[in-house]
Every structure is written in C-alpha cells, then in structure tokens.
C-alpha cells in the first residue's frame, strides 16, 4: 500500500511569489492536515480537509489556504510569500477524524524562499 | 487548552543505555497521546501511542504510559542503539481535532 506522497519534495521560491503543494493520501483515507515545521516554532498546525471540507484551521494568515478534491488529494498554496514561510510542509492522511486514529505523515515538501 | 512539553534536548547516549524521554501535557478532556519520530530528511512516523489513562503503548522496543494523574506520557527504552538516533516528538489529540506536538528532543547514539 503506497504512502502519502508529497510533491515536489524540494522547493525554492522568490518573495511575492505563490507557490502550490501537493499531498496524496493513502488510498481510503478521507482525512488530510497539514502541518508546518520550522526550528523556531516546531510543528504548527495549518488546516484539514475531510471529505472536500475544511474541518478545522489553525491560526495562519490568509495567505495560507488549501483545498481537498473528491479523491482526497489536497494542496495548499501559499500567496505573497515572506522569507519566514520558508520551513519544511508535512501533509498526514487518516481514516477519519476521531481521536484515536492514527495520522500517516509524507515525507514532506522542503520550501526556500529567498 | 491543549499543549505538551518535551524535554529539552539533545540527548547523547552511549550504545545500549537506557532511555527516558519526558512528555507532560495539558489538554481539554482526555485526549490520545502519541509518540512519533522523525529520521533525518524525513517525515514523522508514529512510533506508539495510548488512547485512555494507564494504557501502555509499546514498539520496537520503546514503551510509555498514559499516566492521567500526573499528565505524563513519558518514552522509555532499556538500550538504545546507533539506528534509534533521531528526533522525537511527543503530541496529543483531543477528540476530532489535530494533532498538538512538543518541541522534539533529539537523541544521539554513539557506538
């Protein structure tokens, strides 16, 4: 059974610019979040989808946003980008969204932005 | 609300010593606890985790118990080897919501 699959793994990106990533889940599995690690700040919470709905956002600005297709693939994109956005993007697909099951994290997509 | 704290790293241990990693939490509720460990250049893998009070969630040779009276989920392992070397993170989920990790501690074995 294939993993999640993050693309591209390694970016580098102007400031203003946008940029796009990629996440496909595990197959079957409905539920996608991403995350956002840097040194400074650990693993910090962006959004997740469920079923083509954003279930829950963490406290991002605007310029972070996402969305979730009928076949559970997601990307986020990034607007304007800052010097600051540069960090690692974890996506993690789940079954569901309940408190016991398990998140399965990507490999993660690698974004410079000089 | 809901946060966890880590113990600061890194941690340097020799071949076989025994590991304990600490992880208290504050959360609404009773939440799932986890342990996941990144390798370098990679994603988190989820290495265990506990669902209710006084559950033991063990693998490859780690364990921690979900210990409710004192909010700890403490990671242990009796001897550590050169391939344990990675950072963990310590997170916990309460109810249908994300996942809220620690800092992460790095650990370092040397032969």
């Known amino acids: 059974k294939a993993g999640v699959t993050q693309t591209p793994r390694y970016l580098i990106k102007t400031r203003g610019q946008q940029v796009t990533l990629s996440c496909s889940p595990i197959s079957g599995h409905r539920s996608v979040s991403w995350y956002q690690q840097t040194p400074g700040q650990g693993l910090q919470f962006l959004f997740e989808?469920?079923?083509?709905?954003?279930?829950n956002k963490g406290n991002f600005p605007g310029r972070f946003s996402g969305r979730q297709f009928s076949n559970s693939r997601s990307e986020m994109n990034v607007s304007t980008l800052e010097l600051g956005d540069s960090a690692l993007y974890l996506c993690?697909?789940?079954?569901?969204?309940?408190?016991?099951?398990?998140?399965?994290f990507g490999q993660g997509t690698r974004l410079t932005v000089v | 609300g809901n946060s966890v704290t880590q113990m600061e790293g890194p941690v340097t241990l020799s071949e076989e010593a025994f590991l304990t990693i600490n992880c208290t939490y504050t959360a609404t509720g009773y939440p799932s606890l986890f342990w996941y460990v990144q390798y370098p250049g990679e994603g988190l893998q989820l290495l265990l985790k506990?669902?209710?009070?006084?559950d033991k969630g063990s693998n490859k040779g780690f364990e921690a118990t979900y210990r409710k009276e004192t909010t700890s989920f403490h990671l242990e392992k009796g001897s550590v080897q050169v391939s344990d070397s990675a950072v963990y993170f310590c997170a916990l989920k309460p109810g249908a919501n994300n996942l809220f990790f620690g800092t992460g501690t790095r650990l370092t074995v040397i032969p």
């Open positions: 989808y469920f079923s083509e709905t954003q279930r």
């Open positions: 993690a697909s789940s079954l569901a969204t309940n408190m016991n099951t398990e998140a399965f």
């Open positions: 506990a669902t209710k009070a006084d």
